[in-house]
């Protein structure tokens, strides 16, 4: 019966951008790049994130740019 509730009951999402009125996504911030990329290195899905849908695809560029320069791993290396 409390799970039904719980379940009912769920932190609400927000977007991070909109929050903290960030208006460019920089591809050298690899620090907050690196918030939106799981383990496996796929880019977590903004109905996961939360993020707005404008937002999410300046983040997947900023990204995939930052992937192609270097400054981030396309896979995490597990040692």
Known sequence: ???????LIRKKKYCKFTS???KEIDYKKSDILKLYVAENGKIIPSR???TKVRYQ???TKAI???RYLGLLPYIEKKI
């Not at 019966?1 to 379940?7: K, S």
């Open 64 to 66: 995939k740019k930052a």
């Open 1 to 7: 019966m409390n799970r039904g509730i719980e379940m």
């Open 57 to 59: 695809r300046k983040l």
């Open 48 to 50: 996961i994130t939360g």
């Open 20 to 22: 903290e009125k960030i």
